[in-house]
């Protein structure tokens, strides 16, 4: 299928749910790339990944899912097939997945030097045999000769569009370009010229230091430029980029095994963004994650209002939600509508209205002023989800908060008293605390209108909506972290065990609404996009079956951030 030539290191990175083989050498392919770019990409055996990606099974469901019906119609893909039709027009044919392969060596690289016009460089050892059964060997006859750095190279140029493709084949490498100045200025390095390269760029040079060891594919940014480019912004699917700015160069590195795949990452900060290596309780609490947990998140560093509002969001009151659609403009009030009418008859006037956020801000305050007189230092957020019988799915939590000093459990039962009493009860009224036992263990629970359950073990905290999670997490309280490394970020998503459930979930939230006119999908004329929720998301989940969990562990110093993602595929 054509389409996937458009993502060459979206199909590299899926490739890499297939199982590890051996790796060729890698050459020095950055040096033979002109400087300037904004992202580099290298891989130890391009044509096996791609090889190994065209008969995985992962292909195949992700092509006949329906979130890639989705992605298919998107706006992204759309401008991307417009822009690889014009290049097609340019070479004189159309590179398919096949064609591809067929220019797809060992050592490869490929260096994007422009967002908006899909500017690159793609070098690559390819075998004089095999280039010679390519689709773009056979119309070099079509393309005008040009010289650089003594060696001679393929020009072709569109008139209509003013795209250009240009190659060349030298000492069993492959230059292929959308520039003919990339092409030339590559064959003039590889002649051992002067110029600039990526692999003297300061970006590259102090990302690789940090990252000494080359995973068997790579991604090097240039997050300065990265960052300038509105292109970036506006298509950018995680929307992070406010939180990139930070940053000024980063490495990725992937390496696959038989247990799954490690996705290694470092991102260097800018002098002004200098943070404060922290080293909190976050391995400590990693280690109170039990088994039946279908959820954790962990962190140390965060303030104290970023947990109260945890704390009130899982356990308490979740706060009320505005919506409106943004394509509307706000109605307009006739100059002629009275202030007052008779359904206002029932309106009291001798008590103040009830607040917009229902009273919430000021239960968070009080949970927030609890913290902070606690010197709470890192939080663990636990999640499953269960049945609630019959179709209905319950996501109860625990939430863990480590402090400084151990928790003054009276303290604590006054705090939470104080913050849930305006939202559960009237004048305090059916609330108050009583002891109960989870498993083992001997909790306080508070009686109202929710659930909550309270345990102190000397510097942690214990709040929770469910007695079996809060078992199971107290069964591992004293548990000695496997990992002594300073983490500063832990979290983790157990797909196999929850994969059932999020389905029905997202079933639920369908349920009612006709199939494509869930407003997130804008099919083409004439197609049927399927449901959100139901079609695209679970079908998402569907083709990432074989992944059984993935987990993100991150260790944060002044100037430096490590990250490790790992996308574990057996059980």
Not at 1 to 14: G, I, W
Not at 113 to 123: D, N, P, Q, S
Not at 130 to 142: C, I, M, N, P
Not at 187 to 195: E, I, P, R, V
């Amino acid at each position: 299928m054509r389409r996937v030539v458009l993502l060459p290191a979206l199909l590299v990175s899926m490739a890499g749910f297939v199982f590890l083989q051996d790796t060729a050498p890698r050459s020095d392919l950055a040096s033979m790339m002109p400087g300037g770019a904004m992202l580099y990409l290298e891989a130890q055996d391009l044509g096996r990944l791609l090889r190994e990606w065209n008969a995985s099974k992962i292909k195949a469901d992700w092509l006949g899912s329906e979130n890639y019906a989705v992605f298919s119609r998107s706006n992204l893909l759309q401008k991307l097939e417009g822009v690889y039709s014009e290049y097609g027009a340019a070479a004189g044919f159309l590179l398919d997945l096949k064609g591809a392969i067929g220019i797809a060596g060992t050592e490869s690289a490929l260096a994007l030097y422009g967002i908006r016009e899909v500017e690159f460089l793609y070098i690559s050892r390819v075998g004089q045999a095999q280039l010679a059964r390519s689709q773009l060997w056979a119309a070099r006859d079509k393309f005008e000769q040009r010289q650089a750095g003594g060696v001679s190279f393929y020009l072709r140029t569109n008139p209509a569009s003013r795209r250009t493709v240009a190659f060349a084949f030298v000492k069993g490498y492959l230059f292929l370009a959308t520039r003919d100045d990339l092409v030339a200025r590559a064959l003039t390095l590889l002649a051992g010229g002067s110029d600039p390269s990526i692999a003297s760029d300061r970006w590259y040079k102090e990302a690789v230091a940090a990252a000494p060891t080359p995973g068997e594919l790579r991604v090097v940014m240039n997050l300065e430029s990265l960052e300038k480019s509105v292109y970036l912004r506006s298509y950018w699917i995680h929307r992070n980029a406010s939180v990139l700015r930070q940053y000024w160069t980063a490495v990725a590195d992937v390496t696959r095994s038989t247990a799954g795949i490690s996705e290694s990452r470092i991102f260097l900060r800018k002098p002004e963004a200098a943070g404060q290596a922290t080293t909190g309780s976050v391995a400590e609490l990693v280690a109170l994650v039990p088994p039946e947990a279908g959820l954790y998140k962990a962190s140390s560093g965060q303030p104290a209002s970023a947990t109260a509002a945890l704390i009130l969001q899982k356990l308490i009151a979740a706060p009320m939600r505005y919506s409106g659609d943004w394509r509307f403009a706000p109605d307009a009030v006739s100059p002629d509508e009275h202030a007052g009418a008779e359904t206002d008859l029932e309106t009291r006037i001798d008590e103040p209205p009830l607040p917009v956020d229902a009273g919430i801000s000021d239960s968070q305050a009080l949970a927030q002023s609890m913290l902070e007189k606690a010197g709470a230092k890192a939080v663990l957020q636990l999640q499953w989800s269960v049945s609630a019988g019959g179709p209905f799915l319950r996501t109860p939590s625990v939430i863990v908060v480590a402090g400084d000093n151990p928790w003054d459990r009276a303290a604590v039962q006054a705090a939470l008293t104080s913050a849930v009493g305006p939202l559960w009860t009237t004048s305090g009224l059916g609330a108050g605390w009583t002891p109960a036992k989870v498993g083992q263990h001997s909790v306080e629970r508070l009686e109202g209108l929710g659930t909550l359950m309270v345990a102190v073990r000397g510097p942690l905290l214990f709040l929770a909506n469910d007695a079996l999670l809060l078992s199971a997490t107290l069964d591992r309280a004293g548990t000695m972290p496997s990992n002594a490394t300073p983490v500063t970020y832990a979290a983790g998503f157990r797909h196999a065990r929850e994969r059932r459930n999020f389905e029905r979930i997202m079933t639920a939230l369908d349920s009612g609404s006709p199939v494509g006119e869930s407003g997130f999908a804008f099919p083409r004329s004439g197609a049927s996009a399927p449901a959100f929720f139901s079609g695209n998301l679970a079908g998402l989940s569907r083709v990432l079956s074989h992944v059984s969990e993935v987990r993100v562990i991150e260790e944060a110093e002044a100037m430096k951030v490590r990250q490790v993602v790992v996308y574990q595929t057996g059980p």
